[in-house]
């Protein structure tokens, strides 16, 4: 994604910030389709845990993640700032449940780090982005909701290790600028 | 100019057009003289022509004129048509296809070289052919006079002229043949008013024909003087002046110009066979020739009214208009629901008008959905050649009911699972003509492929009269394999027994060799044929052959659901397998195995927990209540589900969820309720299997 990026010569991006747990994370306002209030889904017998369910989106069936239980953070009750994020992919569209979507913004190429380690192909994680002294973690929608749960563990713990190193690479500069 | 607008159409059309082409092969190949089949096949290479070129795809548009470099010759008679000129027709076709769908997928490439060896081995077709049949004469078959052409021998046999077709043969290894025409038809100029030559004028200066070419003219001199005239020129091998009758050009011009005949001459020509079809009901039996024109005649005048008028519409746009018709049957349902609280008369009135119109749109747009089921079967009878070739079989393919209609989706799904299944009757059910000879039959296979409707499904049948399948070895296989016991074998009926060849894991490589065959893959056609809802059957005697019967729904879209309750969670049941709804009270329930079963009439019936099998959370039981149990069946089988409550019966629109959110297989779709929420359809088939 990243590359794909690069290689357009875009000078900058759109994106959607939203948040889960304490963290801040960012997609592109291209793949997002609407945000719409939380629904009640309805549950689907077996399915993974972090699939939350169905709901009726005008007729369309859509399947809905959690994203707090797809990031294995702790679960807490749905606040009124929860939304339904109702993302496009390639193939199929999905809803994603965020506790909040704080924002829209454009980010500049140069305020966007690509991923410290070699990640896979595979990994959702294809930088982290700097905006206003916050660190956003820019997710491929396309690569982070799928329905299997095996690969989450791993990619979780790089992407917590290559926040914490852009966390001390980014403090040192907040404190110049102070 | 931009093209990709086009593009839909353009392959929407070659699609049609290389189907067309196919049966026109096929046809060809049984009957290489039929001249109607070859201006079929040329005319379908033109169109392709024309509108590749159009589109800049000109590997397209090289081959098929190529192929209509081939075909010219064919038409014209010169060339006789032979197996090798079709099978490379046939490859062209392939690679037409192959080329369409490149260009479908977007990988289209103007540079192939494959091409290039095809045209050769085209043009190298017709040299072999040549050689064979170069002393050929050019037939009259594709001489046709137009409507001047044909007033103006009219008019002048009026004013005593007659008309003479001058038939010129050149000797052997004429130097300048175009030169020898020029000056025969030079010659004949002065004697008279040529009006047609077969090939044409400019053709012939070129010296672009066989040795051979026909003159027409309009002359008042006699024959011998015109072949005298004409004699004097040399290099002539031959003249044959003959005199020429129109009316029995007549009816082949006719047909030339058929396309061009407004509907009145059309009228007038239905009028006029109506006379000949007294005349010859007036006439002996035995004037068999005239009938035989009437009735082609007939048969293309009900051609031309049977022509329908259709329109193309996207894909896309239509599967648009079944979700809003699906979402307006669903706000039916709840303005119902809503005008029952209500209770106003004249809500009630409305609303029942609004539901007949609303029905009457559903069915429309459910018909709209269906396709004949030719679409799936016209590609069997090039399969079928093709194999039966390579396998060197002799096999007659019969296909019933092509136009029975089925579901779009079905169409695209269910051709790889037929496919299957014909390759199996082929390969192994049906013998080579000598084993059939010697077990009594006619050395010629027949393979049957039957569409039919039944009640609310249709029934694809594919049968053979090869050798069969023999139950006792399926079953030593089934025990061999470790799928049943030697016990259970004995027990086992032979229907049974044949139903085997569907599990999982019986079919392997060896295995076919062993079983003659059968049973490779059958588990995922089964595993196809039930993910859209159907069910397979076999029937199979030892010696007279096999027959797989397909069922499947004839409407994939909407259908009639019975709601219930499991928990506080509603789910949808097709109402299609269910068998009845019974309440039974607790202590009525044995367990047999650790199972739970019931009797019903004599019979048992294993119970479902729908609760444990979905983990319904917050289920509660109340042992003092009797359990409902809805009975499904599916495939000769039963089994009951428990559930907590019966909620009705409802019409539901089945909309796909991801696949691999369907675990375990025990939900087949969605559906969305009166008030707004989803609810899950549960796949019947896997509720059973898991007994």
């Known amino acids: 994604m990243i590359n794909e990026f690069l290689e357009s010569g875009q000078k900058e991006i759109h994106l959607i910030v939203f948040k889960l747990g304490t963290e801040e994370y960012a997609v592109p306002i291209t793949s997002v389709q609407e945000i719409i209030m939380l629904l009640i889904p309805t549950r689907i017998p077996k399915a993974p845990t972090f699939v939350e369910g169905v709901i009726n989106l005008r007729g369309h069936i859509i399947p809905i993640i959690d994203g707090r239980k797809k990031f294995q953070l702790e679960v807490t009750a749905s606040t009124n700032e929860s939304r339904i994020m109702i993302i496009e992919l390639e193939n199929e569209t999905i809803g994603l449940i965020v506790d909040a979507v704080s924002e829209v913004i454009h980010l500049g190429t140069e305020d966007i780090e690509p991923p410290p380690i070699d990640m896979d192909d595979s990994d959702f994680l294809w930088g982290v982005g700097k905006f206003q002294e916050r660190l956003l973690i820019l997710v491929d929608p396309q690569k982070f909701l799928n329905f299997n749960e095996t690969k989450d563990l791993k990619s979780l713990s790089k992407v917590s290790e290559i926040l914490k190193q852009a966390k001390e690479l980014n403090q040192p500069e907040v404190k110049t600028v102070k | 100019m931009e093209l990709d607008q086009y593009l839909g159409l353009f392959i929407d059309e070659s699609k049609e057009n290389l189907q067309k082409l196919n049966e026109s092969l096929l046809k060809l190949e049984s009957s290489p003289e039929d001249l109607e089949i070859l201006n079929d096949i040329f005319r379908v290479a033109h ?400 393979l049957e492929l039957l569409a039919f409707n039944e009640g609310d499904n249709i029934l694809i049948k594919v049968c053979d009269d090869g050798k069969g399948m023999d139950p006792e070895k399926i079953k030593a296989l089934a025990v061999k394999k470790g799928m049943i016991t030697a016990e259970q074998a004995k027990s086992m009926s032979d229907k049974d027994a044949l139903d085997l060849i569907f599990a999982p894991g019986f079919s392997t490589a060896k295995v076919a060799t062993d079983l003659s065959g059968r049973g490779v893959g059958m588990d995922v056609v089964k595993s196809k044929v039930s993910s859209l809802g159907g069910t397979v059957g076999i029937l199979s005697k030892v010696g007279e052959g096999t027959t797989i019967t397909i069922s499947l729904p004839s409407n994939m879209a909407i259908l009639q659901a019975l709601l219930i309750k499991v928990g506080h969670e509603t789910y949808a049941t097709p109402l299609n397998y269910i068998s009845e709804v019974i309440d039974v009270s607790t202590d009525q329930v044995k367990r047999i195995q650790n199972k739970e079963v019931i009797v019903l009439r004599g019979k048992t019936l294993p119970l479902v927990r729908l609760n444990n099998l979905l983990d319904v959370p917050n289920y509660v039981e109340d042992a003092e209540k009797p359990l409902t149990v809805v009975v499904i069946k599916s495939q000769g089988k039963c089994s009951g589900i428990i559930v907590s409550e019966l909620l009705g019966q409802q019409e539901v629109v089945i909309k796909p969820i991801s696949k691999s959110l369907c675990y375990e297989d025990y939900i087949s779709g969605a559906i969305t309720l009166g008030n707004g929420q989803v609810a899950l359809v549960l796949n019947v088939n896997a509720l059973i299997v898991n007994m």
Do not use: W
């Open chain 2, 47 to 446: 169109t392709l022509k024309g509108m590749s070129k159009t589109m800049g795809f000109n590997n397209v548009g090289d081959l098929t004129h190529n192929m209509e470099n081939v075909l010219d010759p064919l038409r014209s008679g010169s060339v006789k048509t032979n197996d090798k000129i079709i099978s490379v027709l046939f490859k062209c076709l392939d690679k037409l296809e192959e080329l369409i769908k490149n260009i479908i997928d977007g990988i289209y490439e103007d540079k192939d070289s494959a091409i290039v060896d095809l045209v050769s081995e085209l043009k190298n077709s017709l040299i072999s052919t040549d050689e064979q049949s170069s002393v050929e004469k050019p037939t009259k078959g594709d001489i046709s006079f137009n409507e001047y052409e044909l007033t103006l021998i009219d008019n002048a046999k009026d004013q005593g002229f007659r008309a003479v077709e001058v038939q010129v043969t050149l000797v052997n290894g004429c130097v300048l043949p175009g030169v020898r025409a020029y000056m025969v038809v030079k010659a004949l100029e002065g004697e008279g008013e040529l009006i047609k030559t077969h090939p044409t004028v400019e053709e012939l200066e070129n010296g672009e024909f066989e040795k051979s070419f026909l003159l027409y003219l309009l002359t008042t001199n006699d024959n011998d003087r015109l072949s005298e005239i004409i004699d004097k020129i040399s290099e002539i091998e031959k003249v044959n002046v003959s005199d020429f009758d129109v009316n029995n050009m007549q009816q082949e011009s006719k047909e030339e110009v058929k396309k061009e005949i407004k509907k009145e001459e059309v009228k007038e020509e239905v009028k006029k066979v109506l006379v000949t079809e007294r005349d010859v009901e007036e006439r002996t039996p035995e004037d068999t020739s005239t009938v035989t024109v009437v009735d082609s005649v007939v048969k293309q005048q009900m051609s031309v009214k049977n022509v329908q008028q259709t329109i193309r519409v996207n894909a896309n746009k239509m599967d648009k208009l079944m979700n809003l018709v699906g979402e307006l049957v669903i706000s039916r349902t709840r303005i119902v629901q809503y005008s029952h609280e209500v209770r106003s008369d004249e809500l009630t009135c409305l609303v029942g008008l609004m539901g007949g119109i609303t029905t009457d749109i559903q069915e429309i747009v459910m018909k709209l959905r269906m396709v004949p089921i030719d679409q799936v079967f016209n590609r069997f009878p090039r399969l079928v050649r093709d194999i039966s070739r390579e396998l060197s079989k002799d096999i007659n393919l019969k296909i019933t009911g092509k136009d029975t209609e089925i579901d779009r989706v079905v169409v695209d799904e269910i051709g790889d699972p037929l496919v299957h299944l014909i390759r199996n009757s082929l390969d192994h059910g049906l013998e080579t003509p000598e084993e059939r000879i010697k077990g009594g039959k006619s050395s010629k296979g027949t």
